[in-house]
């Protein structure tokens, strides 16, 4: 199981997860 983030730790994470799936998605797409 995940750990329970905090609201700190929230921002930067989902920030990551975006990029990387912009990435992912732009590269399916192409």
Aim: net charge positive; proline share 3%; no cysteine.
């Amino acid at each position: 199981m995940i750990r329970l983030a905090t609201q700190h730790d929230v921002l930067p994470i989902a920030q990551v997860h975006v990029q990387s799936w912009r990435e992912s998605y732009q590269n399916i797409i192409k």
